[in-house]
C-alpha cells in the first residue's frame, strides 16, 4: 500500500500504511540491508513521520511480522469455516500459491531474516520465541482437531507434527533463496507430509 506525502490519514491508518510498505521492503530485500528511510520512501511519507510511529527499525519489524501472522491466522480460519473438514483445510492450505505476495512467504521470509539477527539483539529473540510459539500453538490445536474428528491420523504427536510444519516453511524459504530446492522438491516435500499426517 503506497500512500503520498500530502495525503492525510488517521494514525492508525499510517501505522497500517507504514507496516504494509515494510513488508513489501523487508520481503524483497533483508532486515539488515532495509533502512528506515525506505520504508519511509515506500509508505509515502518522512523519515520524522514514521518516527513518530515507531521508535526504531526493529519495532516495525515486529509490527510487520505480528501482521503477517495475524493475515496468515486469518486465512487458515477462513478455509476451516470454509472446508467440510480439518484434513481438507489442512491440504488447501498447504496449496495455496506461493508469491512474494503471499502471507505464508512473507511469514517464512520474516521467520528467515530474523534467525540471522536474533542472535545478537535480546529483544528481537524474545519477541520471535513468542511468535513462534503462538503459530506452533495454533497449528498444533488445528492438527489435535483433525484427529478428533478423524480426518488426521490420531497416532501422530501433534506438537511435533506443529514443530515439523514450522520448520518446513524455514526450510522451505532458505531453499528458494540459495536455489537448493526448486518448486517440485517442495511440492513433494508438502505431498509427503500431508499424506504422513493423513490430510491426503
Same mark, same amino acid.
Given at each position: 500500500?503506497?500512500?503520498?506525502?500530502?495525503?492525510?490519514?488517521?494514525?492508525?491508518?499510517?501505522?497500517?500504511?507504514?507496516?504494509?510498505?515494510?513488508?513489501?521492503?523487508?520481503?524483497?530485500?533483508?532486515?539488515?540491508?532495509?533502512?528506515?528511510?525506505?520504508?519511509?520512501?515506500?509508505?509515502?511519507?518522512?523519515?520524522?513521520? /514514521?518516527?513518530?510511529?515507531? &521508535?526504531?527499525?526493529?519495532?516495525?519489524? /515486529?509490527? !510487520?511480522?505480528?501482521?503477517?501472522?495475524?493475515?496468515?491466522?486469518?486465512?487458515?480460519?477462513?478455509?476451516?469455516?470454509?472446508?467440510?473438514?480439518?484434513?481438507?483445510?489442512? !491440504?488447501?492450505?498447504?496449496?495455496?500459491?506461493?508469491?512474494?505476495?503471499?502471507?505464508?512467504?512473507?511469514?517464512?521470509?520474516?521467520?528467515?531474516?530474523?534467525?540471522?539477527?536474533?542472535?545478537?539483539?535480546?529483544?528481537?529473540?524474545?519477541?520471535?520465541?513468542?511468535?513462534?510459539?503462538?503459530?506452533?500453538?495454533?497449528?498444533?490445536?488445528?492438527?489435535?482437531?483433525?484427529?478428533?474428528?478423524?480426518? /488426521?491420523?490420531?497416532?501422530?504427536?501433534?506438537?511435533?507434527?506443529?514443530?515439523?510444519?514450522?520448520?518446513?516453511?524455514?526450510?522451505?524459504?532458505?531453499?528458494?533463496?540459495?536455489?537448493?530446492?526448486?518448486?517440485?522438491?517442495?511440492? &513433494?516435500?508438502?505431498? !509427503?507430509?500431508?499424506?504422513? /499426517?493423513?490430510?491426503?
Amino acid at each position: 500500500m503506497t500512500t503520498t506525502p500530502s495525503t492525510r490519514l488517521p494514525a492508525a491508518e499510517r501505522r497500517l500504511a507504514i507496516v504494509n510498505a515494510a513488508i513489501d521492503v523487508f520481503t524483497t530485500g533483508s532486515y539488515r540491508g532495509t533502512t528506515t528511510a525506505e520504508i519511509a520512501r515506500a509508505a509515502g511519507v518522512s523519515e520524522p513521520i /514514521l518516527y513518530r510511529h515507531f &521508535a526504531s527499525k526493529r519495532d516495525i519489524y /515486529l509490527a !510487520a511480522l505480528d501482521h503477517v501472522w495475524s493475515q496468515a491466522r486469518a486465512r487458515w480460519e477462513e478455509a476451516l469455516a470454509d472446508s467440510p473438514d480439518i484434513g481438507s483445510a489442512f !491440504a488447501s492450505m498447504t496449496r495455496t500459491h506461493v508469491s512474494i505476495h503471499e502471507c505464508k512467504f512473507q511469514l517464512a521470509e520474516l521467520w528467515v531474516q530474523a534467525l540471522s539477527e536474533a542472535a545478537e539483539d535480546p529483544e528481537l529473540r524474545r519477541h520471535l520465541r513468542r511468535h513462534m510459539r503462538e503459530v506452533h500453538h495454533f497449528t498444533a490445536a488445528v492438527i489435535r482437531r483433525g484427529q478428533e474428528e478423524g480426518t /488426521l491420523h490420531a497416532s501422530r504427536d501433534a506438537d511435533a507434527e506443529a514443530w515439523t510444519f514450522l520448520a518446513g516453511g524455514v526450510l522451505g524459504m532458505v531453499g528458494r533463496r540459495i536455489g537448493l530446492l526448486n518448486e517440485q522438491e517442495v511440492e &513433494a516435500i508438502r505431498t !509427503a507430509r500431508l499424506q504422513w /499426517l493423513g490430510a491426503e
